[in-house]
C-alpha cells in the first residue's frame, strides 16, 4: 500500500483504497466508473471478486488487467489449467477474454488476462 500511496501521489487518476474488494458496497462511494481495472490479488475466488468490481466500476467497452498467480486458485491444478478455469468463469459472466500471458519465467505460475466488458 506504501509503494501505491507513492504512486497516487505523482498520479492523480490513481486512487489507493485498502479495502476487502471483495465488498465493493463499501467503496462504492469514493469512486466513478473506470476506463481500466487492474487486479492482483491472491484469492480462489478472484474471478467472482473481480465479477463483483467490474460490475459497480468498469464502464462499457473498459478494460480489465487481472494478475493470476495459479496456486492461488487451485494448487493440484497445472497453471495453464488454473488459467483457463478462471477465463471460463468470466467468459460465462459475459466478459471477453482478449489475450492470456504466461509470465514465465519472470513469474512463476502467473498469467496476466487482459478482458473487456
Same mark, same amino acid.
Given at each position: 500500500?506504501?509503494?501505491?500511496? =507513492?504512486?497516487?501521489?505523482?498520479?492523480?487518476?490513481? /486512487?489507493?483504497?485498502?479495502?476487502? $474488494?471483495?465488498?465493493?458496497?463499501?467503496?462504492?462511494?469514493?469512486?466513478?466508473?473506470?476506463?481500466?481495472?487492474? @487486479? &492482483? /490479488?491472491? @484469492?480462489? #475466488? @478472484?474471478?467472482?471478486?473481480?465479477? $463483483? #468490481?467490474?460490475? =459497480?466500476?468498469?464502464? #462499457?467497452?473498459?478494460?480489465?488487467?487481472?494478475?493470476?498467480?495459479?496456486?492461488?486458485? &487451485?494448487?493440484?491444478? =497445472?497453471? *495453464?489449467? $488454473?488459467? *483457463?478455469? /478462471?477465463?471460463?468463469?468470466?467468459? #460465462?459472466?459475459?466478459? @471477453?477474454?482478449?489475450?492470456?500471458?504466461?509470465?514465465?519465467?519472470?513469474?512463476?505460475?502467473?498469467? $496476466?488476462?487482459?478482458?473487456?466488458?
Amino acid at each position: 500500500m506504501n509503494e501505491l500511496l =507513492k504512486v497516487s501521489e505523482k498520479r492523480p487518476n490513481i /486512487i489507493p483504497i485498502l479495502e476487502d $474488494a471483495f465488498h465493493p458496497d463499501r467503496y462504492f462511494s469514493l469512486i466513478s466508473k473506470v476506463d481500466l481495472i487492474y @487486479q &492482483d /490479488i491472491s @484469492q480462489r #475466488n @478472484q474471478a467472482e471478486i473481480l465479477t $463483483a #468490481n467490474i460490475k =459497480k466500476f468498469l464502464k #462499457n467497452k473498459g478494460t480489465v488487467i487481472l494478475m493470476v498467480k495459479a496456486r492461488s486458485i &487451485d494448487v493440484s491444478l =497445472k497453471p *495453464k489449467q $488454473a488459467y *483457463k478455469l /478462471i477465463c471460463t468463469k468470466l467468459k #460465462n459472466d459475459g466478459f @471477453q477474454i482478449i489475450q492470456t500471458i504466461d509470465l514465465a519465467p519472470y513469474e512463476k505460475d502467473h498469467a $496476466a488476462i487482459t478482458i473487456s466488458k
